[in-house]
């Protein structure tokens, strides 16, 4: 099974990004875990970063397309401001798994809502990379 990882604005900067809410990790290492994870368990990831928007949702189009068995979506900041990614979840099949590194309820008043996490299946927050890697399994278990 293919399990899609759809990353959102300022991700690619992990790593020197505001180490201390977002770890040290770069998106390359996490990339790197989660294909490990995915090799032991019999899976394989496609694991993507965007700073656009539009890309995130032509992404989960291309994902229902290919037949992927679920799709990880990081959508960062636009996971509180996108009606748009909302309805794209809502307009596919394939189950979406919100992750977040940090926890955004921990954080600023404006991370409260997610209208990403509105329409998710699931949302795994506050682990730092491991979110990543437990959302990965938990979309195997599906
Ligand atoms: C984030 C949390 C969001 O609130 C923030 O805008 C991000 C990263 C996270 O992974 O912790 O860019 O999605």
Redesign the pocket.
């Known amino acids: 099974p293919v399990i899609y990882v759809l990353n ?4 690619n900067l992990l790593g020197t990004r505001e180490p201390e ?2 770890g040290s990790d770069t998106l390359d290492d996490i990339a790197g875990q989660l294909e490990d994870r995915a090799q032991e368990l019999g899976a394989e990831v496609e694991v993507r970063q965007t700073n656009h928007e539009g890309h995130l949702i032509d992404w989960m189009h291309e994902a229902q397309a290919e037949g992927a068995k679920a799709i990880l979506l ?4 636009f ?2 401001t996108s009606v748009a990614l909302h309805d794209a979840i809502k307009a596919i099949s394939v189950p979406v798994i919100e ?6 309820h921990a ?1 600023e008043d404006f ?1 409260r809502k997610s209208y990403v996490g509105e329409a998710a299946k699931g949302t795994v ?1 506050g682990f730092g990379a491991l ?1 990543y890697l437990l959302a990965l399994d938990a979309a195997l278990r599906l």
């Open positions: 959102g604005p300022n991700l809410i977002y990081n959508s960062a900041g996971s509180h992750v977040h590194l940090s926890n955004p954080r991370r927050a979110s």
